[in-house]
């Protein structure tokens, strides 16, 4: 029998190119997402991470339809900028609701079931940067950085009852989440507007010269049939991983110096 799959944020960009990967390779998918536009290529459920209600909803559904979940996906974020100082609680209560406790939420409902049926594949979608205190991307990168850490635990927690579960990290990708981020500055902030202004331009240019969406489809499949699946997956360019990698090496203070070159932090 096929594979069941959930992707949380099928609607665009990595999700949606997953989701159409895998069903086009025989899979049964489950494209999850708050808008729930009609697909042709899977099976389209209404799915909001963020609502405890909603999600078990959206589970029950699936295994009332096809009885099993084998695969699941937290593609589901938002990305966020704002400097630390002048960043509202509330958009900060966002971000991890999302990008943490939403990956979280959904794992606690479909963990039981893989556990029932001795297999599962969990696998969630990070950055490069959830290592990196990037500047005005602080609360981006924290919640996906404490993802990272659940993670890690819960694979250790998980994989006596047959359930692997791994993290994705991507660079920059072709997608439309800075149409959907949450923003919590604007250029014209006396303290941090030309900083920031600067920073967010480069970031939406390599954004928009971000990898293809399309390359994720094959490499989750890769770790779908993987009799071991590694913790984490590095995807990004040269320069990116390049990046993440010199944290590990130099001199923290010449890293910082790197960082401010990059971001334009000591202007």
Known sequence: MSKVVLVTGASSGIGLAIANYLSSKGY???????????????????????SDENVSEAVQHILDKSGQIDVLINNAGVGSAGAVEKTPVEDIKKSF?????????????????????????????????????LPFRAFYCASKGAMDLVTEAL???????????????????KTEIGSHRIVSISYEDETYGKTFKTAFESLDASVDHGKDPELFGPLVEK?????????????????EKLGFNLKKFLPYYLYEKILRAYFKAGD
């Open 97 to 133: 609701e999302v990008n943490c406790f939403g990956v979280i939420r959904v794992s606690q409902m479909v963990i039981p079931h893989m556990r029932a049926q001795k297999y599962g594949r969990i696998i969630n979608m990070s950055t490069l940067g959830s290592t990196i205190g």
């Open 28 to 50: 049964i998918v489950y494209g999850g997402s708050r808008s729930a536009p009609e697909n042709k290529n899977f099976n389209v459920i209404k799915l909001d991470v963020t």
């Open 155 to 173: 694979r250790l927690e998980v994989e006596k009852y047959g359930i692997q579960a791994c993290t994705i990290h991507p660079g920059e990708v």
């Open 223 to 239: 770790i779908i049939n993987s009799k071991k699946v590694k913790r984490n997956y590095y995807i990004g360019s040269f320069n």
